[in-house]
Antibody, heavy 119, light 111 residues
Framework: QVQLVQSGGEVKKPGASVKVSCKTS????????ISWVRQAPGQGLEWMGW????????NYAQKLQGRVTLTTDTSTSTAYMELRSLRSDDTAVYYC?????????????WGQGTTVIVS | QSVLTQPPSVSGAPGQRITISCTGS?????????VHWYQHLPGTAPKLLIY???NRPSGVPDRFSGSKSGTSASLAITGLQAEDEADYYC???????????FGGGTKLTVL
């Protein structure tokens, strides 16, 4: 079955960077986009950006432009999200999910989430 | 304030029918972009409930249905069950912002 398995939780200091991995299995990696979504404590879901696994084209939320980078490693079917210059309001659960921002099929499979605490 | 507007909360008794609205604009829902709905239980990953405005993924009960008209979309749940108590989010794409969007989320309480 299709699975997205994320790396473990992180605690970072303000100003540092974090890189979260998302290892996929059960489907052809390059045929699908990967989106990243986060949820801060007590807040709703926030779309961060997506990457097309076939050609590494990316699209980022304007709010995060310049601080976030999405990449993929097609040899291991793994996607990565790096967020730099961390602030306290970046404390959130970060999810990778299969699908693009304008996909007809929605975000159909989600990783288990990675908690990032900035303190 | 979210570009896609949802009511913060809705409630209903077991067995009843409720609807959750998602209001957008001419640059997202009104531009023809698909609306998707997710159910989010605390401590778990969100789950795709409705895709492409009105389609249910395999395994989602037919108590859940979606519709779209103009610049708005709706999620309906019939035969409310205690296990439906969760947060629900609509999601689409905005051409002006060139990015994906989530609504602010709606907390469903089953009385």
């Amino acid at each position: 079955q299709v699975q997205l398995v994320q790396s473990g939780g992180e605690v970072k200091k303000p100003g540092a960077s974090v890189k979260v991995s998302c290892k996929t299995s059960g489907y052809t990696f390059i045929n699908q986009d990967i989106s990243w979504v986060r949820q801060a404590p007590g807040q709703g879901l926030e779309w961060m950006g997506w990457i097309r696994a076939s050609n590494a084209n990316t699209n980022y939320a304007q709010k995060l432009q310049g601080r976030v980078t999405l990449t993929t490693d097609t040899s291991t079917s793994t996607a990565y999200m790096e967020l730099r210059s961390l602030r306290s309001d970046d404390t959130a659960v970060y999810y990778c999910t299969r699908g693009g921002s304008s996909s007809t099929y929605g975000l159909d499979v989600w990783g288990q989430g990675t908690t990032v605490i900035v303190s | 304030q979210s570009v896609l507007t949802q009511p913060p909360s809705v409630s209903g008794a077991p067995g009843q029918r409720i609807t959750i609205s998602c209001t957008g604009s001419s640059s997202n829902i009104g531009a023809g972009y698909d609306v998707h709905w997710y159910q989010h239980l605390p401590g778990t990953a969100p789950k795709l409930l409705i895709y492409g405005n009105s389609n249910r993924p395999s395994g989602v009960p037919d108590r859940f249905s979606g519709s779209k008209s103009g610049t708005s979309a709706s999620l309906a749940i019939t035969g409310l069950q205690a296990e439906d108590e969760a947060d629900y989010y609509c999601q689409s794409y905005d051409s002006s912002l060139s990015e994906g969007l989530f609504g602010g989320g709606t907390k469903l309480t089953v009385l």
